[in-house]
């Protein structure tokens, strides 16, 4: 079961680093706020969270309890810039997970203080969507995607292969958890890898991928994933 693992995000997101009540619902949430004020840079995580809601109205399930598998992007101070529910589970998703409304469907995007417009979705979505956030040409990109089994390309190539064809930036980062079959992160400019990584072991690994990225405006910026 998924349960213990699921967080409740409060219903004013903007909340300070410290939070009692953030860090008894939402420990994930507080942790990741408080680290991006600490390290004073932009994070992204990715996971997964709970909505109460009365069974049987409108469309809510008999548990009371509707599941997202969610993306939230917080500024260099804390503060909360943008929240996506993905779009289109997949697999085991399907009996549990809620997709998002029709009011994330392409992606949400968000504007840094450096000035970049980033897209954000995740994972399954990249099939769907061909812009990935509105008016944004970069774009973060959770994922926990399978090499094997599926009618679809590998991790890293469906994300080459995204960016090429939609010509954006693309900061992806695979879970990774189940070794070689969910491994496959890179940062991609325009369908080319400066920096990517698969894990061809059995074993579960990660690693944090540095490159320069040239921003779809001309700019550049340092990528740290």
């Given amino acids: 079961t998924v349960g213990p693992l699921l967080e ?3 219903p004013n997101v903007k909340v300070p680093c ?8 939402a420990p994930c949430v507080a942790r990741v706020l408080c680290l991006a004020k600490e390290l004073e840079m932009v ?4 996971l997964l969270t709970k909505e109460d809601c009365m069974a049987g109205q409108d469309a809510c399930p008999t548990d009371g309890m509707r599941v997202f598998n969610r993306a939230l992007a917080f500024a260099e101070d804390g ?8 779009r289109h589970p997949y697999g085991d998703e399907l009996d549990f997970i809620d997709a ?21 979705f995740i994972c399954f979505d990249m099939v769907f969507f061909t812009d990935g956030g509105p008016e944004a040409h970069e774009i973060v990109y959770p994922t926990d995607w399978v090499n094997y089994g599926i009618p679809f390309a590998s991790a890293r190539r469906a994300q080459q292969e995204w960016s090429a064809l939609h010509q954006k930036n693309v900061l992806a980062a695979n879970y990774g ?5 969910s491994s496959g992160s890179g940062i991609w400019h325009n369908g080319r ?4 990584f698969f894990n061809p072991t059995e074993n579960p690994q990660s690693k944090l991928l540095i490159a320069d990225v040239p921003i779809n405006n001309g700019a550049e910026a340092s990528i740290f994933m």
């Fill in 79 to 86: 503060s909360f810039l943008s929240l996506y529910h993905k």
């Fill in 8 to 10: 409740v995000i409060p």
């Fill in 193 to 196: 890898a400066l920096e990517s």
């Fill in 100 to 120: 998002g409304n029709s009011s994330y469907r392409g992606g949400v995007s968000f504007t840094t203080s450096f000035r970049v417009k980033f897209g954000m």
């Fill in 177 to 181: 958890g189940f070794a070689k079959n």
């Fill in 18 to 25: 410290g939070d009692h009540a953030t860090a008894v619902s």
């Fill in 43 to 46: 994070l992204v995580v990715n």
